[in-house]
């Protein structure tokens, strides 16, 4: 019996055109063999569990679904458009939570399931959960602790009978406790892990805070400026050495393979597409040498800085897990910050890439020169 590795990738799902809640969710896993190779380009037998209450609670409803892997041992299937066992994915009450999935394999494409795996639904799936106002009706006692912890507790009728008036009735000082306030409820969010930063292309990042300081968790993998205009890509070395010179902004892909290195590594952008200034999305911006400064003073200084940001593990994107990894040994590396750098090298500016597994570099929005932070060692 071969023992399978699977890496749940992502659980989600989104409105229609029509504002309809679809009844189904995307799943995505890689699925590898007892000697950590893929299981590439066959099919293999799933049936797929939502459990309530707990990881051995009763099965709400149970599928089959017998999907193919790539190249890269990935399988992507919607839940909810198997063939039903057991149940109605449209009936789940999701606001009835906790809900786990337990994914079992058959890596024949067959019904012997040889391994299971359980995981808890961390966040309800946000239509789906939706759907429920449709039908709500009175009110509803808040029990969520967290808003216990948060300014919005403290909200009153007196409050909200203000938010329709223009804001100069408002002093600089009622404004100024106002985002304070904001302030706060954001890092209680982020602390809690339940902050993303999207950009405009729709990509979500993960976000820490370091001190005083609020970072994202990856790179920009985005191909428009916060504006809606699009960057332009310069993937052939020659461009890419012609806009260097010329002062023209781009961006392009390490080795010119976005399917590769877009999830993990995300995009190398050269200095005019930094210095537009339209590069992250709107109300964040390219870190400068005085951020930079505070986050490498804060961590205790650039001789061990670069152990506590350099990420120590794979990569969260189960299609990526190959690329991600620094050079060993990776002397002193803890990612004890939580920043997950990873090594993604650079292009230069005559066009060629260099260095992805050893080194990390990254802009300052005050300088014409790359930060070089981090090398492996």
Not at 276 to 287: A, R, S
Not at 344 to 370: I, L, M, P, Q
């Amino acid at each position: 019996m071969r023992k399978i590795v699977i890496l749940l990738f992502v659980v989600l799902c989104g409105l229609s055109s029509y504002a309809q809640v679809p009844e189904k969710m995307s799943y995505q896993a890689v699925i590898r063999n007892s000697s950590n190779q893929l299981i590439s380009n066959q099919p293999v037998g799933m049936r797929i569990s939502v459990l309530q209450g707990s990881a051995d609670g009763p099965a709400v409803y149970v599928e089959t679904q017998t999907p193919v892997t790539n190249a890269n041992g990935l399988v992507s299937l919607e839940i909810g458009t198997g063939v039903a066992e057991e149940g109605d994915f449209a009936a789940i009450a999701w606001s009835q939570g906790p809900y786990f999935l337990m994914t079992e394999i058959d890596p024949e494409g067959g019904t012997n399931y040889s391994i299971a795996g359980t995981s808890q639904l961390l966040s309800v799936p946000y239509a789906l959960h939706a759907k429920t106002a449709e039908y709500l009706s009175g009110g509803l006692a808040e029990t969520d602790p967290l808003f216990a912890e948060s300014v919005a507790s403290g909200i009153t009728g007196a409050d909200t009978s203000r938010w329709n008036n223009k804001p100069d009735r408002y002093t600089l000082a009622e404004i100024d406790v106002l985002k304070s306030n904001i302030a706060a409820l954001e890092r209680i969010l982020v602390s809690k892990g339940f902050y993303t930063v999207e950009d405009i292309d729709g990509n979500s990042y993960m976000v820490v805070i370091i001190g005083e300081q609020i970072w994202m968790q990856s790179n920009l993998r985005v191909t428009r400026y916060n504006d809606g205009t699009p960057i332009p890509l310069m993937a052939d070395r020659l461009d890419w050495t012609v806009a260097s010179a010329s002062g023209e902004p781009c961006y392009c892909w390490y080795d010119n393979d976005s399917a590769l290195y877009a999830g993990s590594f995300g995009a190398l952008y050269n200095w005019y597409a930094v210095n537009t200034g339209k590069l992250c999305p709107v109300g964040w911006h390219v870190p400068d040498k005085d951020d930079w400064t505070t986050l490498m003073d804060y961590i205790g200084g650039s001789d061990v800085a670069g152990g506590k940001l350099k990420a120590i593990a794979e990569s969260e994107r189960p299609d990526e897990v190959m690329i991600t990894a620094w050079t060993a040994p990776n002397t002193g590396a803890s990612n004890e910050t939580g920043f997950k750098a990873l090594p993604g090298g650079y292009r230069g500016v005559t066009g060629v890439y260099a260095e992805k597994g050893n080194t990390g570099e990254w802009w300052s929005g005050t300088t014409t020169s790359v930060q070089s932070i981090l090398a492996s060692g």
